[in-house]
C-alpha cells in the first residue's frame, strides 16, 4: 500500500462547515424518533441481533472490507469464497438460525459462491425431495457435505422453461436418466455458485420416456468429484468470465454428454417415474411445486425495500453534506446551499425516500400473504388438490389464493426490484461526479444487483402472467363467480360504479387514494379484456398493454400496504404522533407522485380529474417534499444500516464524508505504488520493471 501522506498534508482539515457539523444540524431539526421506527421496520431483537453479529464479523480479518474495491476478480472470487467458509464456520460455532445466516451475509453485502446453495439449491431439495431424496440428498446439502447450484438457465433459453433443450431420458435397461446436452445453446448459463464452487446441481431437463417429452423436471445431478473436485467424465464445467456486476461469484455453464443418473436423482415430491411400469406418475398436488418460485419472488419484494434503503441513506446524507453554489433568492455573501435544498434534488430522493418504506411495508405484507397460502395448502384436501391443473394459470381464476399469490408475486417482483435497481442509479446520480467513484458505495451495489431485475423471471415478461391472472379473474366475476378475494372485489366495486363514474377525493382523503388506484387497475382490465376477447387482438399485440396492466396493479398493491401499515394499531401506538404523521406524509409522497407519473391512465379511467392532477403537480408533491425534508436523515437513520455495510466514504453516518474519501483514495489505492514511465521511446511501462529482454 502507498506510504502514508506527509504531515502538512495530514494536517489539513475540510473547509467550514463541516460535514460532522452538518449532519448533526439536519438531526437536531427533527424529532423523529430514530430508535422507535427502526424497532417497528424491523423489531428491536433483530436489530441487537445485527448489533452483536457485526461486532464478531468486524473482529475476523476475513471480513476486512479496505481492499475491496482494489483487487481484481480472480483475487475477489477467492476471497469471497473464504468469507463465504468462514460465514459457514462462524454460523455452527454460534447455532445460527437460517434467519441470523442470513443477517451475517447480508452485512458482509457481497455475493458469496455459496450464494446459490445456500438459497435455490437448498430451497429446492426441501421443497421438491420425497422423504428418501431429503436425507440422500437435503440433509448433506445442509451440512455442507455437498455443494451446489439450481441450473435452469441456458445460454439460449432463460424465461422460457418449456423451451429448455437440455433432456432427461428415461432408460429402462438399467432404470436410470440420460443427462444430454444437444446443442451448443443447451448448455446451463449464468448458473451461480456453478462456475467453480458446486459439485453437484439441480437440473431442469425435458423429461423424455419411451419418445414421449413431459416437461421439465428437475434432477440431482453429481458434476464434479467429491475428492478432487475434477468435473466427472462427460462433464464440461467452467465460469463464464466477468461480468458487469456479481463477480465475487462464480457464475458457470455446465454441458452433458449422455451422463446417466439413478433413478432416486429425479426429484420425486410432485412427479415421478415408475420404475416397474415405466410409467410417469402425474402430480399428486401440482399446485405445490410453485411454492419455491413463489417465496424467491416474495423474498425479492421483501428484500427490494431494504436495498433501496443502501443507496437513499447515501444519497441524502451526502446531499446534506456537499454543498453547491448559492441560492439565487438568498443576500449577497450567503453560503453556498446544501445540495438536498434544492427542489431539484429532493423530487429525486425524497420520493425514493418514501419508495423505500412502502416496499418495506408491501414485502412484510407478501410474505404473510406466502405464509397463509403455504398453510392452506399443506392442509387441503388430496380431493380438492387433483381438482385443480398443473399451472397457477389454471386454477380457479378468483377463488384460489394460490393463483392471487402467484400473480402477485411475479407483478410486485418485477415492479419492487425495478423501482429499486433504477432507484440506486438515481442517487448514484444526485451525488454527482463523486457518485461515479467506487467509495461511493453505490456503483458496486447497483451493479451486483442488477441481475434481479432479470432472474427469478425476466421483469417484462413477468408482467404477462400477471395479465393473464387479471383476465381470467375478469371473466369470472363476469361470469358472476367471483369471489370475495381482493382482485374480484376491486373489479366487482368498479362495475357497480362504472356508469355513475368514481369521484375520488385524492387530494383529501387518503382512503380515496388507494380506491383511485384500485379503480384505475379494474378500468385497465376491462378494457384489456375487451381488446382480447371482443376485439379479437393478438397477445404480441397486447404485450405493452399487458406490462401497463400488471405495472397498475403492482402500484395498486403497493399504495394498498403501505396505506395499511400506516394507519395500524401497531404503528400508531409506537411512534409519537409526529413521527406517526411523517408516515403519513410518506404515503401520500408515494402514492401521488406515482399517480402523477401515470396521470394519463388515472385520468382516462376517470379516477380523477385534470383539476386534481395539476393540483397534485402543482400543490400537493410540492408541500409534502417541504414537510418531509427537515426529517430526511432521521428517516434514513431509522434503517440503521451500519457505515461497516454500506462501505461508503459519502454515506459515513458521522459526516465525515471528505477526509475518508481522501484517505481511501491516497492509502489504500494501490495504483499509487506505481512509478509510471510516461515516456513513448521507453519499453518499460513502469520505472521499477525489470527491461525486456531484446532478441
Avoid at 475434477?230 to 465475487?248: C, H, R
Avoid at 441513506?313 to 433568492?329: E, N
Avoid at 461511493?440 to 425476466?458: K, R
Avoid at 444500516?641 to 454500506?646: H, R, Y
Wanted: with cysteine.
Amino acid at each position: 500500500m502507498p506510504s502514508p501522506p506527509p504531515a502538512w498534508v495530514q494536517a489539513l482539515k475540510p473547509a467550514e462547515p463541516q460535514g460532522t457539523q452538518l449532519l448533526a444540524q439536519e438531526r437536531a431539526q427533527s424529532k423523529v424518533d430514530v430508535e422507535k421506527l427502526g424497532e417497528l421496520l424491523h423489531t428491536k431483537q433483530a436489530l441487537q441481533k445485527q448489533d452483536e453479529i457485526l461486532s464478531l464479523l468486524k473482529s475476523e480479518k476475513v471480513f476486512d472490507k479496505s481492499r475491496n474495491h482494489v483487487l481484481g476478480r480472480t483475487e475477489r472470487i477467492q476471497l469471497a469464497l473464504a468469507r463465504g467458509k468462514r460465514l459457514q464456520q462462524l454460523s455452527k460455532v454460534h447455532n445460527w438460525t437460517e434467519a441470523e445466516y442470513y443477517v451475517a451475509n447480508d452485512l458482509v453485502a457481497e455475493p458469496t459462491p455459496y450464494g446459490l446453495h445456500a438459497s435455490m439449491f437448498l430451497v429446492t431439495l426441501r421443497e421438491q425431495s420425497n422423504p428418501e431424496q431429503r436425507k440422500l440428498f437435503y440433509e448433506r446439502a445442509a451440512n455442507y457435505e455437498i455443494i451446489g447450484c439450481y441450473a435452469q438457465t441456458e445460454l439460449g433459453h432463460g424465461s422460457n422453461v418449456r423451451g429448455l433443450e437440455t433432456t432427461a431420458t428415461w432408460d429402462p435397461s438399467d432404470q436410470t436418466f440420460v443427462i444430454h446436452s444437444p446443442s451448443l445453446t443447451a448448455s446451463k448459463w449464468w448458473i451461480g455458485s456453478l462456475g467453480r464452487t458446486a459439485n453437484h446441481a439441480v437440473v431442469m431437463a425435458q423429461l423424455f420416456i419411451a419418445g414421449k417429452n413431459y416437461g421439465p423436471h428437475p434432477f440431482v445431478v453429481q458434476i464434479r468429484d467429491l475428492e478432487t473436485h475434477q468435473p466427472l467424465e462427460n462433464v464440461y464445467v467452467g465460469d463464464i468470465g466477468p461480468k458487469f456486476g456479481y463477480n465475487t461469484m462464480d457464475n458457470g455453464f455446465l454441458l452433458f454428454n449422455k451422463l446417466k443418473i439413478p433413478h432416486i436423482n429425479m426429484l420425486a415430491r410432485f412427479a415421478q417415474v415408475d420404475k416397474a411400469s415405466n410409467k410417469y406418475l402425474r402430480p399428486a398436488s401440482p399446485t405445490l411445486m410453485y411454492g419455491t418460485m413463489t417465496w424467491v419472488r416474495s423474498n425479492i419484494v421483501l428484500q427490494a425495500g431494504g436495498v433501496l434503503a443502501r443507496g437513499v441513506t447515501i444519497a441524502i446524507r451526502y446531499c446534506a453534506v456537499r454543498r453547491q453554489f448559492q441560492d439565487r433568492d438568498a443576500k449577497a455573501g450567503a453560503e453556498e446551499n446544501q445540495v438536498l435544498n434544492y427542489k431539484m434534488v429532493q423530487i429525486r430522493l425524497l420520493p425514493l425516500l418514501a419508495t423505500m418504506y412502502a416496499l418495506h411495508f408491501t414485502g412484510r405484507g407478501m410474505m404473510r400473504l406466502y405464509q397463509e397460502n403455504q398453510k392452506r395448502m399443506n392442509s387441503a384436501s388430496q380431493a380438492d388438490q387433483e381438482k385443480r391443473g398443473a399451472g397457477p394459470e389454471e386454477l380457479r381464476a378468483g377463488s384460489d389464493l394460490l393463483a392471487d399469490l402467484h400473480a402477485t408475486s411475479c407483478g410486485l417482483k418485477a415492479l419492487a426490484s425495478t423501482s429499486a435497481g433504477e432507484g440506486l442509479e438515481v442517487c448514484r446520480r444526485a451525488c454527482g461526479g463523486h457518485g461515479y467513484s467506487n467509495y461511493s458505495g453505490i456503483g458496486p451495489w447497483y451493479a451486483d444487483y442488477l441481475p434481479t431485475l432479470t432472474w427469478e423471471g425476466d421483469n417484462y415478461m413477468l408482467t404477462q402472467q400477471v395479465a393473464r391472472y387479471l383476465l381470467k379473474s375478469a371473466r369470472a366475476v363476469l361470469a358472476g363467480k367471483g369471489t370475495g378475494n381482493d382482485t374480484s372485489r376491486i373489479l366487482q366495486a368498479y362495475l357497480a360504479r362504472r356508469e355513475k363514474g368514481a369521484s375520488f377525493d385524492i387530494l383529501g382523503n387518503d382512503s380515496d387514494i388507494v380506491a383511485a388506484f384500485a379503480w384505475r387497475t379494474a378500468h385497465l382490465t376491462f378494457e384489456t379484456l375487451k381488446q382480447r376477447d371482443v376485439e379479437k387482438r393478438s397477445w404480441n399485440s397486447l404485450l405493452v398493454n399487458f406490462w401497463r396492466l400488471s405495472t397498475a396493479l403492482s402500484q395498486y398493491l403497493v399504495v394498498r400496504n403501505f396505506y395499511e401499515a400506516v394507519t395500524s394499531p401497531e404503528l400508531t401506538s409506537s411512534l409519537d404522533p409526529e413521527t406517526a404523521g411523517l408516515m403519513r406524509s410518506l404515503f401520500r409522497l408515494y402514492s401521488l407522485n406515482t399517480l402523477e407519473r401515470e396521470s394519463s391512465e388515472f385520468f382516462s379511467s376517470a379516477a380523477v380529474t385534470v383539476r386534481q392532477i395539476g393540483l397534485t403537480q402543482t400543490n400537493e408533491v410540492m408541500k409534502l417534499l417541504d414537510q418531509i425534508r427537515p426529517h430526511a436523515v432521521r428517516l434514513v437513520d431509522a434503517w440503521q444500516i451500519p457505515d461497516w455495510q454500506l462501505d461508503s466514504s459519502l454515506g459515513r453516518s458521522d459526516g465525515n464524508v471528505y477526509p475518508d474519501l481522501f484517505r481511501r483514495a491516497s492509502q489504500e489505492n494501490p495504483v499509487n505504488d506505481l512509478v509510471f514511465d510516461p515516456y513513448p521511446w521507453n519499453e518499460n511501462v513502469l520505472k521499477n520493471a525489470v527491461p525486456k529482454s531484446k532478441l
